[in-house]
């Protein structure tokens, strides 16, 4: 089994939702977690509705910092896939391992204020990006992960972010 974490800034909305999709699908071959850099604390309600009526079971969700993936008795993880582009651009702790690194941008569906601050975004903005880290999840695992070598599977992943921002 491979750990996937999921990194966002705020781990509230794009890396939580990648995490439940990956936890749904990839049952058996892949345990996913979501961290943040500077995590908001809390899920975003929007992302937690939208997850809860695909089915999702929300109750362990939550919004935490990346240094619980660096400490003592961590789970080793295997890869970082960085969901947005602020989070892509910062300089991430170093992991246990030294996992393979990928980006797969997607746009917030959550609004920010003047101030910064995380608002509720619509649902049409998180039911895009559902659907997006979905397609990606699913071609991640159409992938023999087992057959790659590690830096195949990175190559894969990476590949996988980027055809998907050409197809956006």
Known sequence: MRNVLFLCTANSARSILAEAILNARGQGRFMAYSAGSKPRGV????????LAAKGHDVSAMRSKSWDEFTAPGAPKIHAVITVCD????????IFPGHPLQAHWGIPDPASVDAAGNHVDGDMA????AYRRLTERVDAMLALDEEALSDREWRD?????GREAEGAT
Do not use: H, R
């Open 86 to 93: 602020n989070a892509k651009g910062e300089t991430c702790p």
């Open 156 to 160: 894969a992943l990476i590949a996988i």
């Open 125 to 128: 903005g998180f039911e895009t």
């Open 43 to 50: 899920p975003n309600p929007v992302a937690l509705q939208l």
